[in-house]
């Protein structure tokens, strides 16, 4: 596709269960970052892969939160055990590198944790 | 640490000007501006390198003075459609943006 996929775009669940949240880049963007967005909040760091490199996971606010990058492309933000205050817009973004040039961000994953 | 943005929301009538703020506590490498509208992703407006350099888009610019940690985003003659909440991104290092408080702009008829 042209620009950043993501899915499911909606998410309710019951806390206690896992949820898979789903990264689609833009094609040859070798960065991807995934940023959390709280109720009329900023955007909070996540995580960044850039190419075959080790990720920054220093944005994880748990070890409850994981997430990885296959082949370089797809990349998949696992939440155990969900909590409340995990409800937020999920963001994925990528970017052609990691040398600063413009971000593309996909439409989010609303995660609800009731 | 977040970049501070200034106003924190501003309401402005169609054709009006303005102006938003974007201050780090640490030395920048570049910054990025992004608007996102109610419930949709942000979108790239436009990067300022360091060197001071301006950059337009439509009839909106910026400015970047790296001495002052400082970037400016301008809006002239606004139009309904820049209503949104407006970031500003900063790399300290070519890695991750961070992101800065937002500001809130609405333009109304």
């Known amino acids: 596709g042209a620009g950043v996929s993501q899915s499911p775009s909606n998410k309710v669940t019951e806390k206690g269960k896992d949820v898979e949240l789903r990264c689609d880049p833009i094609s040859g963007h070798t960065a991807l970052y995934w940023y959390r967005q709280s109720l009329g909040q900023g955007l909070e760091f996540l995580i960044y892969?850039?190419?075959?490199?080790?990720?920054?996971k220093s944005g994880l606010p748990s070890d409850r939160f994981s997430a990885e990058r296959t082949g370089g492309s797809v990349s998949t933000l696992t939440i155990q055990r969900t909590q409340q205050e995990d409800s937020a817009v999920y963001l994925c973004?990528?970017?052609?590198?990691?040398?600063?040039?413009?971000?593309?961000f996909g439409p989010g994953t609303r995660l609800t944790v009731t | 640490q977040q970049p501070v943005q200034s106003p924190q929301a501003v309401i402005l009538r169609e054709g009006e000007d303005a102006v938003i703020n974007c201050s780090s506590s640490?030395?920048?490498?570049?910054v990025h501006w992004y608007r996102q509208k109610h419930g949709e992703a942000p979108v790239f407006l436009m990067i300022?390198?360091?060197?001071?350099e301006q950059k337009g888009h439509d009839k909106i610019s910026a400015s970047f003075n790296e001495k002052k940690q400082q970037s400016s985003l301008y809006l002239t003659a606004s139009q309904l459609s820049y209503s949104g909440t407006y970031f500003c991104?900063?790399?300290?290092?070519?890695?991750?943006?961070?992101f800065g408080t937002g500001t809130r702009l609405q333009v109304t008829l």
């Open positions: 973004a990528s970017s052609l590198d990691s040398s600063g040039g413009p971000w593309y």
């Open positions: 991104g900063t790399y300290r290092t070519a890695s991750k943006l961070t």
């Open positions: 892969f850039q190419g075959n490199s080790a990720p920054d």
């Open positions: 300022l390198l360091k060197g001071g």
């Open positions: 640490k030395a920048l490498y570049s």
